[in-house]
């Protein structure tokens, strides 16, 4: 027997606390193992060690608010119950029992209220999990409770149609916390918000109503066309549920992933999503967000989103009921040939025929063929989607780089334009010397050495002017912007400050888009593959209709004359010319092509933060040097024109030394700006993305 130690408790209720308070804010899904380490000041082991896995500790979590809740609802029908005795509780008691204790939950603090609206949309999204399997017999005993209380208020309810109400009544409340502010502001209340008695007592009011209803009776036979447009909606609602996202099929790859990186040991933490702020540039970071907002490539990579999420709603409605709505007016004339009557001729006769018939067709998917292809759709949407999220961090990316090319393309324009100045000078004092006489001995060469350095650096000044129209024209295009070229170069090459801290390896496999996008797609070839294996079974198809069908127009909607019919449809491939098998092949080389990309995918984003962790220290040795090179160029510089003005050197000695001043200081920069560009691509390979900051509303 193992006992805990009061610190082991401290630390799962600190767990606990923090994860309740980023899953209030991110949701549950957003959340990663890394953010809950990071906010609980504890390591994965503790969290493994206390729960196990991500989804045990939402399970606590969403436990934490479920028995709690409805032990207070028992409570209070307990309380209502044993007032009314030996009667049955009323109807408006057991429902405020009901309901009271979710509405206080949520009214109790702002983090309560965001963590049962993100439990919400986590069973709305994930039907597999509305409830943990922890909770799911408390949860049971709870709804049977109210259902048999509901039944004593109203005995003319059946156990299934008691249970209907109270989930009735459960959505009646959610809406109601959802969007209580819309109903305020359409009673004019928004000055003075109700109260949360106000609001328990309004929907009281309104749900009692509901289940103190009378029961429902059995439609009659005029009304054979209403039923069939519920099982109509039933079927739909039924056939929805079966569309499931395909799991992700990562753990397939094998591959062996290390357990920190090669080339660094900065395995604390991962890297933050504001990552262009760590270049302490608010120029450059305005200059991302107009990039996200007008950039072109990205406008393309939304509208193939949106067409990813119409494919996947086309998808998702094959294996659903269809109704067509069908008017036949029809006019004919029938012949009575051989029928001794009439005058001369053929006897005939002429009449009219209408019909009014709502038509539902379904196909049953008795062995998850539709489904299959429904998840397959689905998978290729979420790529589609990551693929857009490839394309902003590409987009930042690229517009820092180009931030940073343009301010190195300015720094070399001034550098170049000092060098010409400097040779200009050394050119007009060789020139002074040689009218003046003095060292007449190789002057005239001399001076013409200096004139053809000063032309050298005036070609140089135009190509670097050259260089940052270019650059500015790059940018410009970036943001969305005409090319002109006028763009403000006032960019600068800022300190590229500490080494980010690059996270583990596995957490790669989560944070990259690129990666997620080849996991979806890989997970959607398996889907097919299913989809196409699958189509050997029967096909079994339903169809009904109603309607009226009379000879009169006038008569059309008069159920006197309606009809109906209900029909089923089995089909079995027999024979299909090796079309299934070659489809099904098709399908597994698919399937085979997008694991290879995936793994190739992975491959290549190691091999890129291997790479620029590699050369974060090669490119800082190299500034290193170059600073010392440029130390060195300075002084040797100064000391040849000093001897040259004292006739003591030679002139090309002073050019020498100019032209690696020049050289060495340009290298430098160059070298500043492939440090920038490397931190940029560290983060790009981390999967590090970037989300414009929200602008303050007015």
Request: charged fraction near 25%; aromatic fraction near 6%.
């Amino acid at each position: 027997m193992t006992l805990s130690s009061p610190e082991d408790s401290s630390t799962r209720d600190r767990i606990l606390l923090k994860a309740e308070e980023l899953f209030a804010q991110k949701g549950f899904e957003s959340v990663s193992m890394r953010d809950l380490t990071q906010s609980a000041e504890v390591n994965l082991a503790a969290v493994n060690y206390h729960f196990g896995s991500k989804e045990a500790l939402i399970e606590e979590i969403v436990s934490r608010i479920v028995v709690p809740m409805n032990n207070e609802r028992l409570r209070l029908l307990d309380a209502a119950e044993a007032a009314a005795r030996p009667k049955a509780a009323p109807a408006s008691e057991v429902v405020d029992a009901f309901l009271r204790p979710v509405i206080q939950m949520v009214r109790q603090s702002p983090l309560s209220e965001q963590l049962f609206f993100k439990l919400m949309g986590r069973c709305l999204v994930d039907r597999t999990a509305l409830i943990p399997p922890g909770a799911m017999e408390h949860f049971q005993h709870m709804a049977m409770r109210f259902a048999k209380a509901l039944r004593g208020a109203n005995p003319a309810l059946s156990h299934a149609e008691a249970c209907w109400r109270l989930n009735f009544t459960a959505g009646s409340l959610i809406s109601t916390l959802a969007h209580a502010d819309m109903a305020m502001r359409f009673a004019g209340e928004t000055e003075n918000p109700p109260d949360t008695e106000t609001l328990i007592r309004r929907l009281v009011v309104h749900c009692t109503g509901g289940l103190t209803a009378p029961a429902a009776t059995k439609p009659k036979r005029k009304a054979a066309v209403k039923a069939l447009l519920l099982s109509v909606g039933a079927l739909f609602l039924l056939s929805a549920c079966g569309g499931l996202m395909p799991k992700s099929r990562l753990p397939e790859l094998d591959l062996g992933v290390p357990g920190t990186w090669a080339a660094g040991r900065e395995a604390k933490a991962g890297v933050d999503d504001q990552w262009v702020k760590r270049f302490h540039d608010a120029k450059l970071e305005s200059l991302v967000e107009e990039a996200l907002e007008n950039n072109r490539d990205l406008k393309a990579a939304a509208a193939r989103v949106e067409r990813a999420r119409g494919q996947t709603r086309l998808a998702g409605v094959s294996g659903n009921p269809t109704a067509d709505l069908e008017f036949t007016p029809r006019r004919a004339k029938q012949n009575f040939i051989g029928f001794p009557f009439g005058g001369g001729g053929v006897p005939s006769s002429m009449f009219n025929t209408f019909g009014l018939s709502l038509v539902v067709n379904w196909e049953l998917d008795l062995w998850g063929r539709i489904r299959a292809g429904k998840s397959a759709a689905y998978a290729q949407g979420e790529a589609a989607e990551a693929d857009a999220r490839a394309a902003r961090t590409s987009i930042a990316a690229s517009v820092a780089r180009a931030w940073f090319a343009l301010a190195e393309a300015q720094l070399q324009l001034q550098l170049a334009r000092e060098t010409q100045s400097a040779n200009e000078a050394t050119a007009k004092a060789v020139r002074e010397r040689f009218k003046a006489g003095d060292d007449q001995q190789g002057a005239a060469s001399q001076l013409r050495i200096a004139d053809s350095d000063v032309a050298n650096t005036r070609a140089a000044v135009a190509e670097r002017e050259q260089q940052l129209e270019a650059a500015k024209r790059q940018l410009e295009v970036l943001l969305g912007r005409y090319p002109s070229g006028k763009i403000a170069s006032n960019a600068r090459l800022p300190s590229p400050g500490g080494t980010p801290p690059a996270g583990l390896p596995s957490e790669l496999l989560q944070r990259r888009p690129d990666i997620l996008a080849a996991e979806r797609r890989f997970a959607a070839s398996g889907r097919s593959l299913s989809e196409a294996r699958r189509a050997v079974f029967p096909r079994l198809s339903l169809t009904g209709s109603g309607g009226t069908n009379t000879g009169e127009l006038s008569q059309l909607l008069n159920s006197d004359f309606g009809v109906w019919q209900i029909a089923a449809n089995a089909i079995q491939p027999v024979l299909a010319g090796g079309r299934i098998r070659a489809e099904a092949d098709i399908r597994r080389a698919d399937e085979k092509e997008a694991l290879a990309t995936l793994q190739q995918t992975v491959l290549d984003a190691f091999s890129e933060v291997e790479s620029a962790l590699a050369n974060e220290g090669h490119l800082a040795s190299r500034e290193q040097a170059l600073n010392e090179a440029v130390r060195l160029a300075q002084e040797a510089d100064q000391s040849a024109r000093a001897d040259y003005a004292q006739g003591l050197g030679d002139l090309l000695t002073v050019l020498t030394a100019q032209t690696r001043l020049l050289q060495t200081r340009a290298q430098r920069i160059t070298v500043q700006r492939l440090r920038l560009e490397n931190r940029v691509n560290l983060h790009l390979a981390l999967g590090g993305d970037y989300q414009p900051r929200p602008q303050p509303q007015p």
